[in-house]
């Protein structure tokens, strides 16, 4: 299996800051990777799919990159909603693997 | 527009069995892979199960694999999880979620989760 290595784990930022998450896959992935946005008690929504493109409805300052091992998401100016836990999950193939998570908290 | 609800979670003691269902509605069911996957307390997303819009393929991770069923029904736009031998472990919160093909893709639509407790 595929194994997703998310880093960092959390960070801590203000409201304004740019932050940058990555995730490096044990193989090539092609860009078939998504990032999911988890706030508590909730169901993961659907950000950035196929590496770099935009869910339908998620803000601009939401972006990805990368293609074969690495990844980056990058929220451009932190905004109060989102603070949550940010996932990628490979979507190249069975069986898919998440990465362990970065919690993004309020400094 | 798209929704899933999911059901059937609940308390089971280790070794038994349950099934969850998915119920969808707002798209074309037999077009879309539909997915599992799950969240223990206090943990991260797990992936744990897919299924082919035909039904034809399925999918597991190898924590459930040979314990936990995947299967469809396209007349009733309904997606299920037949586990059973259920561990403790297996304690988590299960989603289900629309793939945005017809064997695979991201989840682009998810349900609000069902709690299935593993306890005596």
């Known amino acids: 299996a595929i194994q997703m290595t998310q880093s960092p784990s959390s960070l801590s930022a203000s409201v304004g800051d740019r932050v940058t998450i990555t995730c490096r896959a044990s193989q090539g992935i092609r860009n078939d990777l998504g990032w999911y946005q988890q706030k508590p008690g909730k169901a993961p929504k659907l950000l950035i799919y196929?590496?770099?493109n935009l869910q339908s409805g998620v803000p601009s300052r939401f972006s990805g990159s990368g293609s074969g091992t690495d990844f980056t998401l990058t929220i451009s100016s932190l905004q109060p909603e989102d603070f949550a836990t940010y996932y990628c999950l490979q979507d190249y193939n069975y069986p898919r693997m998440f990465g362990q998570g970065t919690k993004v908290e309020i400094k | 527009e798209v929704q899933l609800v999911e059901s059937g979670g609940g308390l089971v003691q280790p070794g038994g069995s349950l099934r969850l269902s998915c119920a969808a509605s707002g798209f074309t069911f037999s077009s879309y892979a539909v997915t599992w996957v799950r969240q223990a307390p206090e943990k991260g997303l797990e992936w744990v199960s897919a299924?082919?819009?035909?039904?034809?393929?399925?999918y597991y991770a190898d924590s459930v694999k040979g314990r936990f069923t995947i299967s469809r029904d396209n007349s009733k736009n309904t997606l299920y999880l037949q586990m059973s031998s259920l561990r403790a472990e297996d304690t988590a919160v299960y989603y289900c979620?629309?793939?945005?093909?017809?064997?695979?893709?991201?989840?682009?639509?998810w349900g609000q989760g069902t709690l299935v407790t593993v306890s005596s």
């Open positions: 299924i082919s819009g035909s039904g034809v393929s399925t």
């Open positions: 979620a629309k793939q945005v093909a017809m064997v695979g893709g991201a989840a682009d639509s």
């Open positions: 196929g590496a770099s």
